[in-house]
C-alpha cells in the first residue's frame, strides 16, 4: 500500500513537470503569435 502512494506520488510529479512544460510551450507560442500579429499589423499599415 505505502509502494502505492510512493509510485502515485511520482506520477503526480511527472505529471506537474508535463504540465509545467506545455504551459512554457504554450507561453512561447502565443509570444510567437503576438509577434506575428504585430507584423501583420506593420504591413497592413504599409500598405495602406
Known amino acids: 500500500n ?3 502512494l510512493y ?3 511520482f506520477q503526480r510529479q511527472q505529471d506537474v513537470k508535463l ?3 506545455y ?3 504554450i507561453n512561447d507560442d502565443q509570444q510567437i503569435i503576438n509577434e506575428l ?3 501583420i499589423k506593420d504591413l ?3 500598405n495602406q
Open 2 to 4: 505505502e509502494a502505492n
Open 7 to 9: 509510485a502515485l506520488e
Open 19 to 21: 504540465i509545467n512544460e
Open 23 to 25: 504551459r512554457q510551450i
Open 37 to 39: 500579429k504585430s507584423q
Open 44 to 46: 497592413l499599415f504599409e
